[in-house]
């Protein structure tokens, strides 16, 4: 079956290329493994917006889709204007100089977790923008990344497999290319976040 996008089709295909009908109840955790090593290494190029989000307390529980946080705007007519982003430890040195409530300032995020000084006096509409997690397949039929990049996916995948393929000789040719893909994306999301910016492609070496 090809790769056409969705998790089924993934699945058939991981089958197709190991020939191995003893793996096949194993490969959804291939999977599920691969998506974890994804995340770790993968940016997503699908900075969303959230307008719903309400700053009421010294701390807020942002969505669990967040897994950069990129800003945070209020949105009021009367208190309108961007936040500092800053670090845990930032924020701790400015929260000194902010002993009263007030208009928030300054947020840092850790864990999902908005952290906000000065504490607001009230109820501030806000609108953040983050870069999502990636989905997992299991709860999707698809995610972007399946789409736009199903050799991501495909030979991570195999490469978990690898355990159970001993002295297959494919296993290096599968591990090369997942890492060509994830340079290749690394360099696009550059392009995206620094479209003026010339890429710096890693230089190679003979021998």
């Avoid at 928030?104 to 953040?128: E, G, H, K, M």
Wanted: glycine fraction near 4%; include cysteine; hydrophobic fraction near 40%.
């Amino acid at each position: 079956m090809a790769l056409d996008g969705t998790y089924t089709g993934l699945l058939a295909s991981v089958a197709d290329w190991l020939n191995r009908a003893d793996l096949t109840a194993n490969i959804p955790d291939f999977v599920k493994l691969t998506e974890a090593k994804i995340r770790r290494l993968v940016e997503s190029q699908n900075i969303t917006v959230d307008s719903t989000v309400s700053l009421t307390a010294e701390t807020e529980t942002l969505p669990a889709t967040v897994k950069v946080l990129c800003t945070v705007e209020l949105t009021d007519n009367s208190f309108k204007g961007s936040l500092g982003v800053r670090s845990m430890q930032q924020l701790a040195d400015l929260k000194a100089f902010y002993s009263t409530t007030g208009v928030p300032q300054f947020c840092a995020c850790v864990n999902n977790v908005l952290y906000l000084v000065p504490t607001p006096d009230i109820s501030y509409a806000a609108r953040i923008t983050f870069e999502p997690v990636i989905d997992p397949l299991t709860t999707t039929a698809t995610n972007w990344l399946l789409v736009n990049h199903p050799d991501i996916y495909l030979y991570g995948t195999l490469i978990e497999a690898s355990p159970f393929l001993r002295d297959d000789p494919r296993v290096p040719m599968f591990e090369k290319r997942f890492d060509a893909a994830i340079l290749e994306l690394k360099i696009l999301s550059d392009r995206v976040a620094y479209p003026n910016t010339p890429v710096q492609r890693p230089r190679r070496t003979l021998g």
